[in-house]
């Protein structure tokens, strides 16, 4: 059984730092991309950032220069290093694994941040 487990949201001040962890397990084939991605009550999920097989990266235009992706293969897990958050960063934040030959998509339970003003 495939999981993905998040961790690492909260409560932060605006301007302040955070640091999610997205840790799978009891995937056996080939991974096509990991990402982040964040809904807010009433609206659609969203990419945040996402990383491939080869270690190219992909950013919202709305974080990009403050968010980094990464991934520590030997621990199975993807991270998101979140700086100088700001108040619209507030959401619940997913994280997606896709792989295979048939590209399935398996997600995470969330973890929520807010960032107050």
């Known amino acids: 059984q495939v999981q993905l487990v998040e961790s690492g949201g909260g409560l932060v001040q605006a301007g302040g730092s955070l640091r999610l962890s997205c840790a799978h397990s009891g995937y056996a084939f080939s991974i096509n991309f990991m990402g982040w991605y964040r809904q807010v009550p009433g609206k659609q999920r969203d990419l945040v950032a996402s990383i491939t097989l080869g270690g190219r990266t992909n950013y919202a235009d709305s974080v990009q220069g403050r968010f980094t992706i990464s991934r520590d293969n030997a621990k199975n897990t993807v991270y998101l290093q979140m700086n100088s958050l700001k108040p619209e960063d507030t959401a619940v934040y997913y994280c997606?694994?896709?792989?295979?030959?048939?590209?399935?998509?398996?997600w995470g339970q969330g973890t929520q941040v807010t960032v107050s003003s």
């Open positions: 997606r694994l896709n792989g295979g030959m048939d590209r399935r998509n398996y």
